[in-house]
Every structure is written in structure tokens, then in C-alpha cells.
């Protein structure tokens, strides 16, 4: 059995920090590094691709809104032609800094709203697959299962790959609760490394009302700018590896 670990990364901007990258890119498979609308410089995305690639971890283009004011977690209306360009610029400026890295992008993640509101939002999702699929026809994207951006990338030809949130709390329909209620974000090292080893066994985990769901995964995210990422990232490693689960990244190659 195997899975892959990622992490959100490159997400400082100037002098203001956020996340422990080089501590948590010794523990991930894969690393989803911001391009700069919502969050990251070019000397942090530089930074970041370099690190990856001499950790030999997947690196993949984190897109998003263009919101670096509310960390790209605001839904904007974005018409889809221009959210189209807007994904393409995203990756072309993280190719850049993968290229004199020695490396390449290798997959395609939206961040936040975006990630949240291509779920349903079908104009936004085919927004989101026609920038991929212009940018490389083969290009691997991550999203939520049963979302309408995986079903649309997969009737594009785009590979797709399904993921599962450490540190999020599900609703019943197995989408993610909005961070304003409480107790969407989850803090105990423990408790998240053994509901992740049931996610890697296909078993069912609680949603925020005690329902049992199963949420078919071939990734694991743990969000860099929670508090005590690292600790939770090495617990869920260590939990997995204990437990027989190898970990490497999903599009099935080392960066």
C-alpha cells in the first residue's frame, strides 16, 4: 500500500514568514507551492522549487485566486476566460523557477476558494482544466473527489488524482467545512495520524456530525500554515510507515 504526503508551501511573502518549508519538505512526498496570486514571492518560489528538488519532492503548481490581501480564501467572481489566463500565468511563472531547479511541475492543485469553489462551480471548473490542459495535456491535477473539476479534467484527458485533508474536518457529503465554523481545522498529532492510516486503508472516518464516511484518497494534505504542521506531518508519516503504508508522491515518480 501507498500514498502520497503534500503540503502547502511557498506561501511567505517578503518579510512576512509562514510555514517551516525546509522542515516539512524533509517529510512530504509532494509540495504545493504557491505561484504568487495568493501567496509567494519570486525569491520564495526560487527558494522553495530549489529546496524540493534537492529533496527529491514533487513539486506542484498551487494556483489560486488573485488574492494575496485574503490569502486567496475569498470567493471572486473571476469571468472564465480570464481565470483561464489566470492559471496559466500561475504556472508559467512556477515552471520558471522548476526549470533552473533541474526540475518541472508535475502537477496542478488550486488553492483555497478556488480549490473549494470548483467543487460545484462548473464554469470555473472548466476554467481551471482548460488552463492545465493548454499548459500540458498531460498534466497530473489534484482536487477533491467527486468535485466537478476532477470529472471534468478526467473527460479532458487530464489524469486525475483525488485528495483527502489531515487536518480538516468532512461534512456528511464529504466536502469540507467552512474554516468560519468551529472546529474545522483539526490539532492533535495523534488523532490526525490515525484518521489519515484509515483513509490510506479505505476505511470510513467521522464527518463533523459523527456520520461515518469514506473518503477515497491517493494524497494526503497537511496545510503548512497550521499551527504545528510539522509535528502533525511527521506524526501522520511516522503512523503510516509504522503501519506497513509507503509514502511517495501520487503521480507515481520521484521529482
Not at 530549489?50 to 469571468?79: E, M, T
Amino acid at each position: 500500500m501507498r500514498i502520497d504526503l503534500n503540503s502547502d508551501l511557498g506561501e511567505s511573502f517578503g518579510r512576512w514568514e509562514l510555514g517551516d518549508d525546509k522542515a516539512l519538505l524533509s517529510i512530504v512526498t509532494s509540495a504545493n507551492v504557491a505561484c504568487g496570486f495568493h501567496a509567494g514571492d519570486p525569491s520564495v518560489l526560487r527558494r522553495t522549487t530549489l529546496d524540493a528538488a534537492a529533496g527529491g519532492v514533487a513539486v506542484g503548481a498551487h494556483v489560486g485566486y488573485r488574492d494575496l490581501a485574503g490569502f486567496g480564501r475569498r470567493f471572486l467572481d473571476v469571468p472564465p476566460a480570464e481565470l483561464t489566463d489566470e492559471v496559466v500565468y500561475q504556472m508559467g511563472a512556477l515552471s520558471a523557477f522548476t526549470r533552473l531547479a533541474g526540475d518541472r511541475i508535475r502537477y496542478v492543485k488550486p488553492h483555497g476558494a478556488l480549490y473549494n469553489t470548483i467543487v460545484h462551480h462548473e464554469k470555473q471548473a472548466a476554467a481551471v482544466v482548460a488552463a492545465v490542459r493548454e499548459f500540458d495535456p498531460a498534466m497530473p491535477v489534484l482536487g477533491l473527489p467527486g468535485s466537478q473539476f476532477l470529472r471534468l479534467a478526467e473527460e479532458a484527458g487530464l489524469p486525475t488524482h483525488r485528495e483527502a485533508f489531515a487536518d480538516r474536518a468532512y461534512t456528511p457529503e464529504g466536502t469540507l467545512v467552512s474554516r468560519r465554523e468551529p472546529g474545522a481545522v483539526l490539532h492533535d498529532p495523534a488523532a490526525i495520524a490515525e484518521r489519515c492510516l484509515r483513509i490510506a486503508h479505505g476505511e470510513p472516518v467521522e464527518a463533523v456530525d459523527g456520520t461515518r464516511i469514506v473518503i477515497e484518497a491517493d494524497s494526503l494534505c497537511v496545510h503548512g500554515d497550521s499551527p504545528g504542521a510539522v509535528d502533525i506531518a511527521r506524526a501522520v508519516a511516522d503512523r503510516l510507515r509504522a503501519e506497513g503504508v509507503t509514502l511517495a508522491p501520487f503521480t507515481g515518480e520521484a521529482a
